[in-house]
Structures are given as structure tokens and as C-alpha cells.
């Protein structure tokens, strides 16, 4: 019942990251730019100070250098094969970003958060299906906030929006509940998982956030939410 309760929160993260999104009317170059950084800055702490240490504590560096580049990789070879336009501030202002790369890089690098999620609740260390489940949930917010907002500001209609980022949450749900299922032989899986999230992550913040919160000469002041977003995840991390 615990494992079934803390798999069905972790996953939940995502839905209700989305809604602070679905309040956002009318959005500002200014906002947008801010709400991405700040978003950014999250991702990065979560990353940083619950995912990487995760990884490092249940297994080693090769491990952790290993996950994380697949993750890259992965993303990588998402936006290099997926149809999709980059936005050119300048050159091109009307010009919109197809949203299928974002939504196919969450739910895909949902797979193994969630598989890691479900294998360490089977696994026979107590502590350990809590503290995985904890650190993909905290990284859930921000990911759900993200693809909601990245969604609405492209046009996609508010409840089309919330659905696609739940859709990407229901993922992690399913194989969660897979990971349910396999034994401990399978316990060598939860850090890579924890390490491709990480991976993932810091891909979208480099490739995605931080160039497109810096596209419209908002620099500053997104800097700012950068650094908030950052120390608003190591404050909640550290309380917790």
C-alpha cells in the first residue's frame, strides 16, 4: 500500500506542477522568460542536489558519468530525429516551436524514473523506494510546470496543455508499476535511472531554457530567476 501511495504522489507531481501554468493568461515575452528561468533553476538543484547524490550514494562515479550521458544522448538524438523548429528571436519573431520534441523527451525520460521508482519500493532496503520516490517528485514540479507553460505559450489550448502533461506523468505511473514487479536483480537500475534523469534534465536546461529565456533581452532579470529557482529547490530539499 506505502508503494502504491508514494509511486501514485511521485507521479502525480507532474499534473500538479502543471496547474500554477494553467492560471498564466496572456503571458509576456518578460514573464515567459523569467517563469522558464526560474523553471531552469529548479531543474538544476533537483538535478545537482537530489538526483546526482542519490545516484553516487546507491552506486559509484562510473555509474553516475554513465546515466548521464545516455541521458544526454537520448535527448540529443530526440531533437536531432524529431520533427521540430527552433524559434529565432530576431530573424524569424512569429515563427512557433513544434512542442512534440519537449512532450517526447518528459515522457521518455519518464521510463526509467519510473522503473527506478517502482524497483526500489521492491527492492529490501526500506528507506530507499521513499527516498527515489522524494527526488523524482521534487523534479516532477518543475517538469510539469515546464511542458504545461511550454505548451500554452505556443498556442496549445489550456486543457490540451494540462492533458498532454498529464499524459507524460501517466507514463511514469505505468512504469512505475512495472518496476513494481521486478525483484532486487533488478536494484542495479535505480541509480542509472536516476543519473539518465539527471542527464535528461540538464540537457533541456542548457539546449532549451536557458537559450530561449535569453531571447528577448531579458538576460537579467532572468539571471535572477535562474538563481532563485535554484536556491527555492535547495531550501525545500534541505527541509525535507
Same mark, same amino acid.
Given at each position: ?68 550521458? !545516455?541521458?544526454? $544522448?537520448? /535527448? &540529443? ?9 527552433? +524559434?529565432?528571436? =530576431? ?85 512505475? !508499476?512495472?518496476? $513494481?514487479? /521486478? &525483484? ?9 535511472? +536516476?543519473?539518465? =534523469? ?43
Amino acid at each position: 500500500m506505502e508503494a502504491h501511495l508514494g509511486i501514485f504522489i511521485s507521479a502525480l507531481c507532474t499534473a500538479l506542477g502543471a496547474l500554477p501554468a494553467l492560471l498564466l493568461n496572456n503571458v509576456s515575452h518578460r514573464l515567459k522568460d523569467n517563469l522558464l528561468a526560474y523553471s531552469a533553476g529548479i531543474m538544476v538543484a533537483a538535478s545537482t542536489y537530489a538526483l546526482i547524490p542519490s545516484t553516487l550514494k546507491l552506486s559509484n562515479m562510473f555509474v553516475l558519468t554513465v546515466g548521464i550521458l !545516455l541521458g544526454t $544522448l537520448t /535527448l &540529443t538524438l530526440l531533437e536531432t530525429y524529431l520533427p521540430h523548429v527552433e +524559434l529565432e528571436h =530576431a530573424n524569424h519573431p512569429g515563427q512557433q516551436a513544434n512542442p512534440l520534441l519537449l512532450i517526447a523527451a518528459m515522457a521518455i525520460h519518464n521510463i526509467p524514473e519510473g522503473i527506478s521508482v517502482g524497483v526500489s519500493y521492491a527492492s529490501h532496503y526500506e528507506e530507499l523506494g521513499s527516498l527515489v520516490s522524494f527526488s523524482i517528485g521534487l523534479q516532477n514540479f518543475p517538469e510539469g510546470f515546464l511542458v504545461c507553460l511550454f505548451l500554452i505559450t505556443n498556442r496549445v489550448s489550456k486543457l490540451r496543455a494540462f492533458l498532454y502533461t498529464a499524459f507524460t506523468g501517466a507514463i511514469e505511473f505505468v512504469s512505475s !508499476l512495472i518496476g $513494481l514487479q /521486478l &525483484t532486487d536483480q533488478f536494484l542495479g537500475v535505480v541509480p542509472y535511472g +536516476l543519473a539518465f =534523469a539527471a542527464g535528461s534534465m540538464l540537457f533541456v536546461v542548457y539546449k532549451e531554457l536557458i537559450p530561449e529565456s535569453h531571447g528577448d533581452g531579458n538576460e537579467k532579470s532572468a539571471t535572477f530567476s535562474f538563481v532563485i529557482g535554484l536556491l527555492t529547490m535547495i531550501i525545500i530539499t534541505d527541509m525535507s
